[in-house]
């Protein structure tokens, strides 16, 4: 499922819109985690009422994910029913994250949830839409894709997943109290926590497509890529925190194109813009 951090993917794998899809949602880094419950909600909710015939989720749906075998219990085991009532409604997609690279085949079976490899091409309503987590664009922060890439690597993925549940739990809040640590002391450049513009539009190229729908930067918005190509940037959740703005939108691609709506629109609860 994992891309190369440098260079073009070979090919994109490709998915083509059910002829009588008329909307197809995009969310992504919802963070799900036990100590944010008003986000969990929230994500529930729309999840469950959202008006549109398929919903994709590009990555770091959880804020950790340790393994398939964590969905048996607690709260992971909430979210899993809430995936599982979703997909019984209507095709619901998971692409992994930096965060939920661990989410395998048996949670994807469990919940009736469809695999999207990392990028995935979407053919919907005559757009050819590129489809990414992100964090595999952000080639200027060359620590990370160090690290990205030692933690897709299957063998180390066999390793990780044979420790005990409570050990990978442990040492899953030591990673993400370290990347914390790391951000809020501005280790990182300002243009490593941004794709490489360069590096997207040669992924484009090679895909025939001319929209990137990707997470990740938490830096929502629309814009110009390259001349000829537009890239729509999708929103981090966060209900729990207000200092944080309380951010939650979902993108939704229809005929007319590309829209950003709030939660209450994309269940019809208050009419789109």
């Known amino acids: 499922m994992s891309t190369a951090a440098a260079g073009v993917p070979s090919a994109a794998h490709e998915l083509t819109a059910a002829e009588g899809w008329s909307a197809i949602d995009f969310i992504s880094d919802i963070h799900l985690a036990a100590d944010m419950p008003r986000t969990f909600d929230a994500w529930a909710a729309y999840l469950l009422g959202t008006t549109a015939d398929a919903v994709f989720i590009l990555g770091d749906l959880f804020d950790a994910w ?11 085991a909430q979210c899993a029913d809430i995936l599982k009532q979703a ?10 994250g930096n965060r939920d690279f661990l989410l395998g085949d048996a949670m994807l079976a469990d919940c009736g949830v469809i695999a999207l490899p990392d990028p995935t091409l979407l053919a919907a309503f005559d757009q ?12 200027a922060d060359t620590e990370y ?13 066999a390793m990780a997943l044979a420790l005990p549940l409570a050990e990978r739990r442990r040492h899953a809040a030591q990673m993400r109290h370290a990347s914390e640590q790391r951000n809020a002391e501005g280790l990182l450049p300002a243009d490593a926590a ?6 997207a539009a040669a992924w484009l190229r090679n895909a025939d497509a001319h929209a990137l729908v990707h997470g990740h930067t938490h830096r929502p918005g629309s814009a110009p890529l390259a001349a000829g190509f537009m890239r729509h940037v999708l929103s981090d959740w966060d209900l729990d925190h207000a ?3 309380g951010r939650a939108q979902v993108l939704r691609l229809t005929r007319a ?15 789109a813009p």
């Open 128 to 139: 050819r839409v590129l489809l990414t987590h992100g964090d595999a664009l952000c080639l």
């Open 66 to 76: 340790v393994g398939d075998d964590a969905r048996l219990e607690g709260f992971e």
């Open 243 to 245: 200092s944080r703005g």
């Open 87 to 96: 997909a019984r409604r209507r095709r619901v997609g998971f692409m992994a």
């Open 145 to 157: 894709q160090r690290f990205r890439a030692m933690v897709r690597n299957p063998q180390w993925q």
């Open 257 to 271: 194109g590309f829209e950003r709506l709030t939660l209450a629109q994309a269940s019809g609860a208050t009419p």
């Open 194 to 199: 941004d794709i490489d513009a360069g590096a």
